[in-house]
């Protein structure tokens, strides 16, 4: 076996699907991050969520605006709802694993909210459901997905975006899903601060 060979595959496989998206996916992120924006401004949250790979995901976005990104500036109100290992058990263990987001959505989702639901198929059962609560709530979605979007492009509302990577592998799908967040989080600050 060749490693360096498919490492270089790796790597220019990546870089390829990043440059075939870009034009696609400029307009649907430069919307999001519009939403996001006023979201924020109007002292609401950012809520995210999504399975495996994607709760990394969900994770490393809300840090990204919790913390900070690039650029200094205060603590913006973000959280994913995979990170409370209790109360993702106990939903799971006493209703249903599909649950454990929206449960957490209605009960922490207000009107003015934005919900970003991560799931590379766009089948995840449970961000589905998350996306469902959202609706209930008066929350706004933004749902990052591959392939075709899946079920989840069925069931988004004509308010809600979707980012969607036209990709078949699951490892290059989420390659394009943390650029994706990194340019959300350019975004959100560049409107707010003003960042060059």
């Given amino acids: 076996m060749d490693l360096i060979s498919r490492i270089s595959e790796n790597f220019s496989e990546s870089a390829h699907l990043k440059l075939q998206c870009m034009d696609a996916l400029a307009t649907p992120i430069a919307s999001a991050i519009q939403m996001m924006v006023n979201c924020l401004q109007q002292n609401c949250k950012i809520m995210s969520c999504g399975n495996g790979g994607s709760a990394a995901d969900a994770q490393h ?3 990204e605006l919790l ?59 449970n961000v589905i459901a998350a996306i469902d609560a959202a609706h209930e709530c008066g929350v706004k979605v933004v749902a990052l997905t591959g392939r075709t979007g899946g079920k989840i492009s069925e069931i988004l509302r004509e308010d809600d975006i979707q980012i969607c990577v036209s990709a078949t592998s699951t490892a290059r799908i989420q390659e394009v899903h943390l650029l994706v967040i990194h340019c959300l989080c350019d975004g959100i600050d560049c409107l707010l601060l003003g960042v060059e």
């Avoid at 959280?79 to 106990?90: E, I, K, Q, W």
């Fill in 61 to 63: 976005f809300s840090a």
């Fill in 67 to 125: 913390n900070r990104f690039e650029a200094e500036r205060p603590g913006l109100a973000a959280m994913a709802l995979t990170t409370d290992s209790s109360t993702v058990t106990s939903i799971a263990n006493d209703y249903d694993f599909t649950q454990i987001f929206s449960k957490q959505v209605r009960a922490l989702g207000q009107s003015g909210d934005v919900l970003l639901a991560i799931s590379t198929s766009g089948n995840s059962a």
